[in-house]
């Protein structure tokens, strides 16, 4: 995957109009931070996605309602009722984001059976690998 991360630019080094294209290979890494931020960056608009910013790029649609949405919140934020804030999931078919807010936001994220978790989403180093991963169901 690798995506023009303009919306990124203290932390990209974004200098005198210079953009920072960074490839990665999700599969490959070992580290839940560089995931987390990866898809952070990739999948969120602008700003700091999940903390200062909840509109996603285009291609992410809204799966909060259907099977699959609901079996992630499941999953990764446990049953719906015991949730104080409202959570929130989007996908565009290959990566999967969610979000809560409880007074501080928790962010996930999973791509290829990788998934991971950060319960402080304002923190970019607060990631961790998160087990089951996410599988493929039908709505």
């Known amino acids: ?68 949405g609901k079996n992630f919140i499941k999953k990764f934020f446990g049953e719906e009722s015991d949730l104080d804030g409202t959570p929130h999931v989007y996908s565009d078919g290959l990566i999967f984001v969610g979000w809560w807010w409880d007074g501080d936001g928790t962010l996930c994220v999973s791509y290829n059976k990788k998934t991971a978790i950060n319960t402080d989403c304002k923190k970019n180093y607060n990631w961790e690998w998160f087990d089951p991963t996410i599988h493929r169901a039908e709505d």
């Open 1 to 68: 995957m690798s995506k023009h991360i303009d919306h990124l630019k203290k932390a990209t080094g974004y200098r005198n109009g210079n953009i920072l294209t960074l490839n990665i290979e999700l599969d490959k890494t070992d580290d839940p931070n560089i995931l987390g931020e990866s898809i952070r960056a990739y999948a969120f608009k602008e700003e700091y996605g999940c903390y200062s910013c909840f509109e996603l790029e285009d291609q992410f649609k809204n799966i909060t309602h259907t099977t699959l």
